[in-house]
């Protein structure tokens, strides 16, 4: 009958357990034997022996007491008739009880004296050879207890000592041959077979084992020139494509890179597939900018064959069974495009200078067509001048911003840093907006701390934002109602805040509120929507922050932080 693995452990520890048991059992056995000789040796012999020692002792005060003689010798004579052992113990004890008696009666004599003594030291040698005899016996006892035990631990060792040789390996050598098996497997050796047999788990382990392998190595067989022909379809299909890619592993491990990516980061193929991204970005800038995250959307500008290249980076995350498996990074060259928009930037740029001339002579015009002196007007054509100078202010306002616009993408922003008082521009920008504000009936509160230092920052730029926020505050809050400017020293930063009590703005507009061109759904369309996109960047351009908070019922707040100058 085939045992498994679990009994035949069992049965393994059982029969050490066994062995355990067998020599712990003679070993009682024989020293609860060695204990009962000691103890009788104790008891019977020794005994009697101090009861025979009293007893001469009293003999030599027989003279001087009589009375505690006969007491002590009494005491100990009966003890000793109660403690008779040995053979011939019994007859001298008999007779010292008549001699005893004799001397109690009164026939003191020295030799009957000398006959209890003589009897004394007879029943004292009959125990003392009685301790030798059962001395020797239990010796005896004691070296045969040891001849046992050691040749049943001789055996038991023997047993053991070979258990312990061939057990561990029952257990072990299966598990040894399954282990390199596996590694061969691991090693894509699908030839490798397990040859143990047994009817155990083991066996059935070698039989699932070759089960495998052999479906393993059917498999390989079978797919691994289709896999090998999809592979290099793939690596051929990435290698064309015009645009770099670069493959990373969820660990940051480079899988593949075409060449185009290659080339870019100035690299050889073999130095970056297998390779931790991070330790390759440690001395190849490219690759630092490629797994940051701080790239902010703008186009990555890189030097290639001694030209100005841009590219777009795309990070897309792969995804397999809702788990992160890794990231392809993607740089779409934007060349061309980045080329076109700059001419267009420049082009808009030269067309909005060039169109303040003849906008500043209609307004002159205008202006001189209102003048009595130049001739009079009747209300029709007052009507048509007032029209041609409101339109003229509304598109000298949107070549501003358009200028505006064109150095903010040009990235020629001229800016002239100087020491501002923080009242001069909250004065100003308050100024510029009076008439708006009276026309609606708006009161402009202002709220500065007192002893602000000034602040560090350009002060056209900065008066041009706040005007952009009071008129778009003014613009949007109900007739006779308050905006609030606010002015106070946050840490290093000195803050200007404009709020207004208008309808607000939805939480998810609130993002592109600063973006080019963008209008809220549903509002009246005001300008060109390049305000505060503007603004934004002249306050960036500034090292400091622009920012809002909103709400439909209660308005909206704009806040920006600029330096405090020293």
């Known amino acids: 009958m085939p045992f498994n693995i679990k ?4 049965l393994g520890l059982g029969f050490l357990f066994a062995v355990i048991i067998l020599i712990g059992s003679v070993g009682a056995v024989y020293i609860h034997k060695i204990a009962n000789e000691s103890k009788v040796i104790l008891k019977d012999n020794y005994e009697s022996i101090q009861y025979s020692k009293a007893m001469l002792q009293s003999l030599d005060d027989l003279e001087n007491d009589t009375i505690s003689f006969i007491r002590t010798f009494e005491k100990n004579l009966a003890a000793q008739e109660k403690n008779i052992t040995e053979i011939g113990e019994s007859d001298y004890t008999k007779a010292l009880r008549n001699d005893f008696e004799k001397l109690k009666a009164g026939h003191f004599s020295k030799v009957g004296i000398q006959l209890i003594r003589e009897r004394l030291y007879t029943i004292t040698d009959i125990n003392m050879e009685a301790i030798l005899r059962k001395n020797n016996q ?10 046992y035990i050691g040749i049943i631990g001789g055996i038991c060792f023997l047993v053991v000592f070979t258990f312990i040789i061939n057990f561990p390996g029952y257990i072990a050598n299966p598990i040894k041959l399954l282990t390199e098996s596996i590694k061969q497997i691991a090693g894509k050796n699908y030839h490798q077979r397990l040859n143990f047999k047994s009817d155990d788990e083991f066996g059935e382990l070698a039989l699932a084992f070759n089960a495998m392998a052999e479906k393993l190595e059917h498999y390989d067989n079978s797919s691994l020139a289709k896999i090998m022909f999809e592979k290099k379809r793939i690596e051929t299909i990435i290698n ?3 645009d770099a890619i670069i493959g990373l592993s969820e660990n940051r491990i480079i899988l593949f890179a075409n060449k185009q990516a290659v080339n870019l980061l100035n690299m050889q193929e073999q130095e970056l597939i297998g390779q931790y991204a991070p330790d390759v970005a440690v001395s190849n800038d490219l690759m630092r900018l490629l797994i940051s995250d701080n790239t902010d959307g703008k186009p990555v500008k890189i030097v290639s064959e001694g030209k100005e290249n841009y590219f777009n980076k795309e990070a897309i995350a792969m995804i397999s069974d809702e788990k992160p498996i890794g990231e392809v990074i993607l740089l779409r060259n934007i060349t061309q495009f980045q080329e076109l928009d700059l001419a267009k930037t420049n082009f808009i740029a030269t067309i909005s200078h060039e169109l303040k001339t003849p906008i500043a002579s209609i307004k002159l015009s205008s202006a001189l067509l209102e003048d009595n002196r130049v001739g009079g007007l009747n209300e029709e054509q007052k009507q048509l001048v007032k029209n041609i100078k409101e339109e003229s202010d509304r598109l000298l306002k949107i070549s501003g911003e358009v200028l505006n616009m064109a150095q903010v993408e040009t990235g020629k922003i001229q800016l002239s840093f100087q020491k501002v008082n923080v009242e001069a521009i909250v004065n100003y920008a308050v100024d510029a907006v009076k008439l708006q504000a009276t026309q609606k009936d708006i009161r402009i509160i202002q709220k500065i701390d007192e002893h602000l230092p000034p602040v560090y920052a350009d002060p056209e730029k900065t008066a041009w934002v706040m005007v952009n926020l009071l008129s778009n505050a003014i613009r949007y ?7 609030i400017i606010h002015v106070t020293k946050i840490n290093r930063m000195i803050q200007f805040s404009v709020s207004d009590h208008g309808l607000g703005i939805e939480a998810q507009y609130q993002g592109k509120i600063f973006d080019k061109f963008f209008h809220i759904p549903g509002n009246p369309k005001h300008g060109t929507g390049l ?3 503007i603004a934004r960047e002249f306050i960036t ?3 400091g922050i622009i920012s809002l908070k909103s709400n439909p019922e209660t308005g909206t707040t704009f806040t920006f932080q600029l330096p405090a100058g020293a």
């Not at 809050?477 to 905006?483: F, I, L, M, T």
């Open 531 to 533: 305000g505060l996109a």
């Open 541 to 543: 351009a500034q090292n």
């Open 477 to 483: 809050s109900p007739e006779k109602d308050d905006v």
């Open 138 to 147: 239990a010796q005896k006892t004691a070296d045969r207890v040891l001849t």
């Open 240 to 242: 064309n494509i015009k």
């Open 7 to 10: 009994t035949k452990l069992s």
